[in-house]
């Protein structure tokens, strides 16, 4: 064999059949959806009263509006922190020290396995224990997002390091490079750029568990949009759908911002490239 068949093009039958699968489930999905809206619609979810708050300035500018900027500075600081917490553990477990490797990778391990709303919920109210001392339900959304993400993200980067061929770093050492140089100069930035979408959708992931802080009160876009908005005019459907479509356009431009990336970085040959099979490393 000369290759290796990825795919078999479908035959007339799987043709057909496939056709008849995309038609049972399309119009299954179009029924489940008339479905809700029916319901929503028996109980006046779609009344015209109930989308009306939203034409009104005031909703808008005392809600929404500050929700969302709070919602945005939480998810800018925690992916502030949370790529710096990447980096920095992602190098030191890749340590040749195991007094550095070995902790740093339990305080990894940890803060993977246990959920962010437990961290949150336990910067907010049992740190206050140990400090005697208030804890703002800012810093403990931001703590949280850090902790977590940032462990996620240091998994992503030690992932990308290893991926990046090893003949960069021998070649780096010959010229006598040392190992911080090369970590800083070879292979941190040929990972961040070979990881670019896996990155940019664990900070859309990170944007999107801001609205996690709700269980802390903090004024986020959910709170203030969802809970705030719905108690003061009872449309709790209208405003869960307003907020949903902010969340959707928010996360559609990063999206697009990483697909536009990726390929700008791929056009102009940044991406790390694999070792060929003879020659002389590059670096």
């Known amino acids: 064999m000369t290759g290796t068949v990825l795919y078999d093009h479908p035959g007339p039958r799987a043709q057909v059949r496939n056709r008849v699968l995309t038609v049972v489930f399309g119009t299954a999905l179009l029924g489940l959806l008339w479905y809700v809206y029916a319901r929503f619609d028996a109980r006046g979810s779609w009344a015209a009263e109930k989308w009306r708050p939203f034409l009104d300035a005031k909703v808008w500018t005392e809600f929404i509006l500050p929700g969302l900027a709070q919602t945005l500075r939480a998810a800018l600081v925690g992916m502030v922190l949370a790529l710096t917490f990447g980096v920095i553990f992602s190098v030191s477990r890749l340590s040749d020290h195991r007094w550095i490797s070995i902790p740093v990778g339990a305080v990894v391990e940890f803060f993977r396995a246990v959920p962010l709303l437990l961290m949150i919920f336990f910067v907010f109210y049992g740190v206050p224990f140990l400090i005697q001392g208030p804890v703002s339900a800012f810093v403990a959304v931001v703590t949280g997002l850090t902790l977590y993400n940032g462990s996620v993200l240091a998994e992503a980067f030690r992932a990308g390091i290893r991926a990046v061929p090893k003949g960069q770093s021998e070649a780096a050492f010959v010229t006598g490079m040392r190992k911080g140089q090369v970590m800083q100069y070879i292979l941190v930035p040929q990972a961040a750029r070979s990881m670019l979408p896996v990155i ?48 959707i356009l928010i996360n559609a431009s990063l999206t697009l911002f990483a697909n536009w990336l990726d390929r700008w970085t791929a056009q102009r040959g940044l991406r790390a490239r694999p070792a060929a099979a003879s020659g002389s490393p590059s670096i």
């Open 200 to 247: 940019i959708g664990q900070l859309v992931v990170l944007l999107k568990d801001t609205a996690l802080g709700y269980i802390v009160a903090f004024p986020e876009l959910l709170q203030q949009g969802v809970n705030v908005v719905s108690a003061n005019f009872g449309n709790v459907v209208a405003a869960a759908i307003v907020v949903a479509a902010i969340y």
